[in-house]
């Protein structure tokens, strides 16, 4: 059994191996002061986002380099992106902050925007004029300073994924309808892992209108959409997420869970108008103005056919509101009679005397929900909450008996739940991989202790170690080579590298992803 167990291993690294080559792209890089006369390459960079977009082909990848990007106009254009299963990256080069003091507007389709740094109020919007933008992915980039006209990211396409973007808003100028993130009409896109704080308008704002140059007789969608793992605080004057729609434009089947709304001025998520099934689940509220969750906003025409409200905490210590605070009665949950089917169960209300308007929670919580941390944004769950294993099952994993209620999943000792608990930290997927020159391992550290960063072989030793120290609380990253502890580069192939956490409250915990190097 353990040969045979020995034989399949090597078959699936060779197998790996044999395929590594098939996968390498071609890389390019332009740096502030490149010329778009150079060749494109680390020692002779381009210049320009539009020039290095339109002569580059599907699969390949044009790293930023560190410094200030001034352009007049950053248009990528149709054609200019990637094709199906070869997407085209524009990244930060590892290791450096390429900032743009610039728009960008993409209308291209298969694209990757990742871990750039925009000086607000400069923001990237992705938009249909010319044909439909799908596939584009705007990843771990980040954006502060004054809020920005309409959004930091304005989004319309379809298949999209805006994941794991930093946004935070600062300054006293802004207007309601400012906002983090503006996803209008598309199909199939993924709102994830994304922290926006201090907006005017809304944090996430998933709504849609007939616009002046859209076609009147053209019915649009806004169908199919995730927003999961999200943080989503301090909006100033609205809301912390809003889905709605005006005339000419459907709503349909949008899934809301596992976030943080927290101290937003209003209702923590406002449900104005929708057409289908809204689905509200695993999610947390914190402290938000007047209301933690509005359905139909007291409307009692038909607004939202069917809804799910399943297995969040809704907590508050009283009026947080800050502007226009008539607006809203004082309730943690208000459902307009304009709401049709709705299923309401396993919510924890603190206090439950503000807690459910207009429905009725089939089996409600009340209980001090006994958050970590909560002045920090620690919303995890200490080790005594009755919110542990308090929920029902809804098609998520989760780690104990029972599904916990709220967005985090309490776990000790479990490695995939540690990625995820603020009890811990948070390892992200390096990028570039598979990677030839350098990669970055960016990660999160919710609990201050001391953090090893080691790689290993695919025999478990131990190659190097790229961090090894106290860590406060915060985002880091780490940068890898390629080479070993005595500066050997290392053959193609796959490696392994390791988090391991000794927090001063915790046991130690740790979590391993894999990597390929190409050289």
Not at 177 to 205: A, C, L
Not at 408 to 419: L, T
Request: charged content about 20%.
């Amino acid at each position: 059994m353990c040969n045979r167990l020995i034989k399949t291993i090597y078959l699936t690294i060779f197998c790996i191996l044999a395929v590594v080559p098939a996968i390498a792209q071609n890389v390019y890089f332009i740096s502030p002061d490149g010329s778009d006369a150079a060749s494109g390459s680390i020692g002779s960079p381009w210049r320009s986002i539009n020039f290095a977009t339109q002569n580059t082909q599907p699969g390949d990848t044009i790293y930023m380099r560190g410094g200030n990007y001034v352009y007049d106009e950053v248009w990528i254009k149709p054609g200019w992106g990637g094709a199906n299963g070869l997407y085209k990256t524009l990244a930060a080069y590892p290791g450096e902050t390429p900032v743009m003091l610039s728009q960008i507007t993409i209308n291209c389709s298969y694209l990757r925007v990742e871990g750039l740094f925009f000086q607000l109020p400069k923001s990237i919007r992705v938009v249909d004029w010319d044909s439909p933008s799908l596939h584009v992915h705007l990843m771990n980039n980040h954006f502060t300073g004054p809020q920005p006209r309409y959004g930091a990211i304005e989004f319309r396409g379809s298949y999209g994924l805006i994941e794991g973007n930093t946004i935070e808003i600062s300054g006293d100028n802004g207007e309601s309808q400012d906002h983090g993130i503006y996803v209008m009409s598309g199909e199939n896109n993924t709102i994830r892992k994304n922290t926006v704080s201090g907006t005017f308008g809304y944090g996430i704002h998933l709504y849609d209108e007939l616009k002046s140059n859209d076609d009147p007789n053209v019915l649009k969608y806004i169908r199919n959409v995730v927003v999961e793992e999200n943080i989503v605080k301090n909006s100033r004057k609205r809301s912390g997420m809003i889905v709605g729609r005006q005339h000419n434009v459907r709503v349909e089947n949008v899934i809301i869970r596992k976030n943080i709304f927290a101290g937003n001025n209003h209702v923590g998520l406002l449900i104005r108008q929708v057409d289908g099934l809204i689905e509200i689940v695993n999610n947390t509220f914190y402290n938000n103005g007047l209301q933690a969750l509005n359905l139909g906003e007291g409307s009692a025409d038909p607004v939202v056919p069917s809804a799910k409200i399943i297995n969040n905490i809704f907590y508050t210590t009283g009026n947080n509101c800050r502007e226009h605070c008539d607006w809203f009665s004082e309730y943690l949950v208000d459902v307009s009679s304009g709401v049709g089917q709705i299923e309401v169960n396993r919510n924890l209300y603190l206090p439950l005397s503000d807690g459910i308007r207009g429905a009725e929670d089939v089996s409600p919580v009340s209980a001090e929900p006994m958050f970590a941390n909560p002045a920090n944004d620690n919303f995890s769950l200490k080790a005594e909450s009755p919110a542990i294993d308090a929920g029902i099952q809804v098609g998520l994993p989760f780690n104990n008996i029972a599904p916990d209620l709220g967005a985090i999943e309490f776990s000790e000792n479990d490695d995939d739940a540690n990625a995820q608990n603020p009890h811990g930290f948070n390892l992200e997927q390096n990028h570039p991989n598979p990677f030839n020159l350098k990669t970055a391992i960016n990660y999160q550290i919710f609990e201050p202790g001391k953090v090893k960063i080691s790689i290993f072989d695919m025999s478990g030793q131990e190659i190097t170690t790229l961090v090894n120290e106290p860590k406060n609380e915060g985002f880091y990253t780490a940068f890898w080579d390629g080479k070993n502890a005595n500066g050997d580069t290392l053959p193609s192939g796959i490696y392994f590298y390791q988090l391991k956490l000794a927090a001063e409250t915790a046991a130690v915990s740790h979590s391993e992803k894999k990597m390929v190097l190409i050289k």
